[in-house]
């Protein structure tokens, strides 16, 4: 059963006598029901095309929560062979809200990494909802050290509302690990890619994506906070979320425009959950396009045109 936003309603109320007129077609075969299904089926595109061609930056956030939208595992088992998960940060323990090992990626052996928020109640609780701890972001700086020693190139799927903020991360060293993850990515002499495949949250999503190329998905976010956190700090009412998310310029357009993302990756209408395999597939191509460019680069360009880059970020507005 698909899951609707409130504001696709009238798409809900279309589908529903869709399933409606099939079901009685199913019941009774003397019932022709196609050219009224047909009709209604025109009728969902035309909704589709023009509620999504005005999506606001509140509506965008929720599309990018969807929880129905590809997560990490899908685009790891569609995109990448020979995955190899590795696990423990060798200090702590094992954080499940990121996921990175070694795979090949259309041949090309690489590093992945990326957060995981999970698809039901069992996996959300197990990866943490996709926010991850310290150890996390430890397991991450191996795996990119790792990278980094044996020449492979860095993916990174960014998809948390944010680091886990409880008070036994921030024991063990919240900030310190993403700001050791961020240095990490930064020093890297191998070719990173990241990509914002939905939510991505503060620190929790800069500690890994801080690439020489950074894409976003069309209804993807990335923000220093979530709509509702900047609503209860800046109004102390956290209803006000719509007019956060609006101000806080979060949704891809905005973040290309101002220079803080590469390129955005085109959605079909009505979001990557309607045809998740087609967006996987465009995601993979992006990213082999970077690669492509990016892989003969020598180290200390790749790590000099990466670090400029961010100081780039708002000089020339």
């Known amino acids: 059963m ?23 077609a ?16 025109s009728r ?3 909704a589709m095309v023009e509620i999504y061609s005005k999506l606001n930056a509140w509506q965008k956030t929720q599309v990018a929560r969807h929880p129905q939208r590809p ?15 590795l696990a423990g940060d060798r200090k702590f323990g094992e954080d499940a809200a990121i996921q990175a090992g070694l795979a090949r990626f ?3 052996p690489v590093a992945v990494i990326g957060q995981e928020k999970g698809n039901d109640t069992k996996s959300r609780i197990k990866h943490n909802f996709g926010s991850p701890r310290p150890e996390g972001y430890r397991k991450a700086i191996r795996v990119m050290e790792m990278a980094d020693r044996f020449g492979l190139p860095v993916i990174s799927l960014i998809d948390t509302a944010g680091a886990y903020p409880g008070v036994g991360a921030e024991e063990r060293g919240q900030a310190e690990a993403i700001a050791r993850s961020t240095e990490m990515c930064l020093s890297l002499k191998v070719p990173m890619v990241s990509v914002v495949i939905g939510e991505g949250g503060s620190g929790g999503a800069i500690a890994i994506a801080t690439g020489n190329r950074v894409y976003m998905l069309e209804h993807a976010i990335y923000s220093v906070i979530s709509p509702e956190g900047a ?18 310029k979060i949704t891809a357009e905005d973040l290309k425009s101002l220079g803080i993302i590469d390129a955005i990756i085109p959605e079909p209408v009505g ?36 670090r400029q880059k961010f100081l780039d970020i708002g000089r020339n507005l």
């Open 71 to 85: 997560h990490f595992v899908d685009y790891a088992d569609a995109l990448f062979t020979e995955f190899t998960p």
């Open 271 to 306: 979001g990557a959950h309607r045809a998740p395999d087609r967006v996987i597939g465009m995601t993979g191509d992006m990213i082999a396009g970077a690669l492509a460019e990016l892989t003969p680069m020598p180290g200390d360009k790749l790590r000099s045109d990466r």
């Open 106 to 108: 259309r041949g090309q």
């Open 26 to 41: 199913e019941e009774d075969e003397s019932i022709d029901t196609s050219e009224e299904i047909s009709r209604l089926e």
């Open 2 to 24: 698909h899951n609707y936003l409130d504001f696709e309603k009238p798409i809900s109320d279309l589908e529903a006598k869709i399933r409606e007129l099939k079901k009685l």
């Open 44 to 46: 969902v595109d035309e």
């Open 231 to 248: 609503a209860s700090i800046l109004w102390r009412d956290s209803t006000r979320a719509k007019e956060a998310a609006t101000n806080m």
